[in-house]
Nanobody, 122 residues
Framework: QVQLVESGGGLVQAGGSLRLSCAAS????????MGWFRQAPGKERETVAV????????YYADSMKGRFTISRDDAKNTGYLQMNSLKPEDTAVYYC???????????????WGQGTQVTVSS
């Protein structure tokens, strides 16, 4: 099993930045692909960004390209999501998850964190 804990969420004004962290337990984090996902009230959960276990492949949803950057530090068992130029539409609970393949398909992710709230004010 992998246990994931997100942190770094909070309240920020439009145009500001936040960096989310995803701390993983154990020594096998490097063997998993990692993704960030978000869910706003009344909306379906959507894929934000994905990174392969080796870090060589990434995926970003179109609305996040150029604003968000996904990364990982396997030596620290930690993944990150750097979010810049935040918009009110980015307000959501953000989740990290790991799975066997670097894909935007949420069904491929086996272990999920509890989520961290990001609120972007106008």
């Amino acid at each position: 099993q992998v246990q994931l804990v997100e942190s770094g969420g909070g309240l920020v004004q439009a145009g500001g930045s936040l960096r989310l962290s995803c701390a993983a337990s154990g020594r096998t984090f490097r063997t998993y692909a990692m993704g960030w996902f978000r869910q706003a009230p009344g909306k379906e959960r959507e894929t934000v960004a994905v990174i392969s276990w080796a870090g060589g492949n990434t995926y970003y949803a179109d609305s996040m390209k150029g604003r968000f950057t996904i990364s990982r530090d396997d030596a620290k068992n930690t993944g990150y999501l750097q979010m810049n130029s935040l918009k009110p539409e980015d307000t959501a609970v953000y989740y990290c998850a790991v799975g066997p393949a670097a894909t935007p398909d949420q069904n491929r992710y086996n272990y999920w964190g509890q989520g961290t709230q990001v609120t972007v004010s106008s």
